[in-house]
């Protein structure tokens, strides 16, 4: 079992920056895929990013390539998600997953709210 907390969220203005984290505790971090899902109020959620077990290969949804990176920390047992030129479209609820395997989503923080204003 693995528990997710993230935190960092807020509000920002446009073409500003914020970095949430993802904690873990219960397994070693190493073992998982991690991810970052969002969704927007009245949207479905949506993929964001994700990070290879090592930490060597991300993926980045097209909407913030170039924009966000996802970073990882296995002795720290976190991952982090640095946003930069922020938009009023990524303003949603960010929420960080774990996978035993690529893309089984098998645990899920609570979310972290980030607000972006024009």
């Known amino acids: 079992q693995v528990q997710l907390v993230e935190s960092g969220g807020g509000l920002v203005q446009a073409g500003g920056s914020l970095r949430l984290s993802c904690a873990a505790s219960?397994?070693?971090?190493?073992?998982?895929?991690m991810g970052w899902f969002r969704q927007a109020p009245g949207k479905e959620r949506e993929f964001v990013g994700a990070i290879s077990q090592s930490g060597t290969v991300t993926y980045y949804a097209d909407s913030v390539k170039g924009r966000f990176t996802i970073s990882r920390d296995n002795a720290k047992t976190a991952m982090y998600l640095q946003m930069n030129s922020l938009k009023p479209e990524d303003t949603a609820i960010y929420y960080c997953t774990a996978s035993v395997v690529s893309g089984s989503y098998d645990y899920w923080g609570q979310g972290t709210q980030v607000t972006v204003s024009s």
């Open positions: 219960g397994r070693t971090l190493s073992r998982y895929y």
